[in-house]
């Protein structure tokens, strides 16, 4: 479809469940051979399975919340989604959160609070955390707000709920960006679809916060420009190993590890590869390539979901995927429901 059709608000939300889910099988994992992945997405197919549900994790968890208090509240009201938050972990706390998170969202749901961004932080001695767990649950965002101000904007403050260093809630920032972007068929032309994102996050990063946790952590100056520039130029190279994906991008619990590796799946998985499937459509082949990293598979494969799927739409999702993931098929149910939220505010409301 054109940009921000109903076929890409749904591909996206959709996909993001699909990578959380079928990522999960290799969450962890230090090495993953191609051959498992593919043996396990072609188990997805088998009609005796046809029943089995592979459970979605925290990303989704989270991202649910999100999409709820958007919609509820038709904008961003951070009570509510702290609240939402702290609700669904007390709910089901066995989701697989994060070892750092889970005290945030305990003092979440304290009613005495005043302060709701406070909890975030007092986090790992109050530099707060830099997980990726902001930018897991982020895609909401950009399907809820056109301009992309306001995805910068109220994506930032919702990472910040649980996230407040800047390494961070800015990997949800970016994130969102790519999101934003891809919605709009920005994908099309990914050499400018990469230095777009680079010019935002010059912006972003040039930031006094930012620029000092980068240099208190000993990072780069801006850290994911850093990365997104070491994106464009593995994405350039006509072979480029696995190995050196993950020592140049990372595959790690981190959003500096793992945000800009699930936006250069993306942009790898474009074009068919030889190790993968001729059958496979772009979208199957990003989920794929990115479950073959090893590492924080689940959340590396959302966010690259997310983002593919923002770019080739529902169609391109195997239906046997979706049947085998919980919560696809609701996903898919109030990605429309974030559509017209989307279309309603760019006629001015
Ligand atoms: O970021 P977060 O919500 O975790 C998300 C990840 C995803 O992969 C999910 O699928 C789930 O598996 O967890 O949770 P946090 O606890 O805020 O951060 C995750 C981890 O990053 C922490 O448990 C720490 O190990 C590490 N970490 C830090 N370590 C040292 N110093 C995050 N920030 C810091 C830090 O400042
Ligand atoms: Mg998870
Ligand atoms: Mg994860």
């Known amino acids: 479809g054109g940009p921000a059709s109903l076929s890409r608000f749904r591909g996206a939300l ?44 925290d990303d989704t968890a989270m991202a649910r919340c999100v999409v709820q208090s958007l919609l509820t509240r038709t904008g961003f009201d951070e009570q509510d989604m702290a609240r939402r938050f702290a609700k669904e972990y007390s709910a089901s706390p066995g989701r697989g959160y994060g070892s750092g998170v889970i005290q945030v969202l ?21 530099r707060g955390s830099f997980g990726n767990g ?18 910068k904007r109220f994506a930032r403050l919702g990472a910040m709920l649980t996230h407040s260093c800047s390494l961070g809630y800015n ?7 790519a999101v934003h972007l891809s919605l709009q068929g920005a994908l099309d032309l ?23 946790d980068a240099r208190i952590l000993k990072e780069a100056e801006k850290p994911f420009c850093e990365r997104l520039r070491k994106v464009r130029y593995l ?41 993968l499937p001729e059958s496979y459509g772009g979208l199957e082949r990003t989920i794929a390539y990115s479950l073959a990293l090893g590492g924080d598979t689940d959340t590396i494969a959302c966010m690259a979901g997310a983002i593919a799927g923002a770019h080739y739409g529902i169609e391109a999702i195997p239906q046997s995927w979706i049947k085998c993931c919980e919560g696809a098929q609701d996903a898919d149910m109030t990605a429309e429901r974030l559509y017209m939220l989307y279309h309603q505010s760019s006629k001015g409301g």
């Open 134 to 151: 902001g930018a897991m649950r982020v895609a909401p965002f950009a399907l809820a707000f056109p301009d992309i101000a306001n995805v």
């Open 106 to 126: 305990k003092k979440l749901s304290s009613p005495q609070l005043s302060d709701v961004y406070q909890p975030a932080r007092d986090q790992f001695n109050g």
């Open 235 to 275: 994405m350039n190279q006509s072979k480029v190993s696995i190995e050196e994906v993950i020592s140049e991008l990372g595959n790690g619990i981190a959003a500096l590890h793992s945000v800009p590796t699930a936006i250069f799946c993306v942009l790898h998985c474009l074009q068919p590869r030889e190790y």
């Open 14 to 57: 959709v996909a993001a469940v699909v990578g959380d889910c079928v990522g999960g099988e290799f969450e962890g994992a230090e090495e993953v051979p191609m051959e498992n992945v593919l043996q396990h997405l072609n188990s997805l197919d088998d009609e005796t399975k046809g029943n089995s549900i592979l459970d979605y994790s």
């Open 171 to 177: 990997g949800a920032v970016l994130q969102a960006l």
């Open 190 to 212: 990914p050499q400018e679809f990469i230095s777009k994102l680079i010019n935002e996050m010059e912006e972003v990063e040039g930031d006094k916060a930012a620029l000092n």
